[in-house]
């Protein structure tokens, strides 16, 4: 089975910036969407972005311009690359990749978004 790892969280003053991994621990090939969700204490889990196999992505308008969705399918990895953090980005932050109608969840990596 698959797993999915995120790293590059971490305490991050207010606009700052952070690039978030997820690296698949085997080949998930090139036929996969994957997506960014983010998730606060007492509160449902949100879309943050999303890329499909043939590149094209989405964001929430909470972050749209401030964050970039990107992946790598050669190094089974996925980024996201966030700038002009706002304390309000203070979140876990989750990938989830669909393979083939496969829903595959990483653990997610915390990202404080304070000064």
């Known amino acids: 089975q698959v797993q999915l790892v995120e790293s590059g969280g971490g305490l991050v003053q207010p606009g700052g910036s952070l690039r978030l991994s997820c690296a698949a621990s085997?080949?998930?090939?090139?036929?996969?969407?994957m997506n960014w969700y983010r998730q606060a204490p007492g509160k449902q889990r949100e879309l943050v972005a999303t890329i499909t196999t043939g590149n094209v992505t989405t964001y929430a308008d909470s972050v749209k311009g401030r964050f970039t969705i990107s992946r790598d399918n050669a190094k089974n990895t996925g980024y996201l690359q966030m700038n002009s953090l706002k304390p309000e980005d203070t979140n876990v932050y989750y990938c989830?990749?669909?393979?083939?109608?496969?829903?595959?969840w990483g653990k997610g990596t915390l990202v404080p978004v304070s000064s």
């Open positions: 989830n990749v669909i393979v083939y109608g496969t829903y595959i």
């Open positions: 085997g080949s998930i090939g090139s036929i996969y969407t």
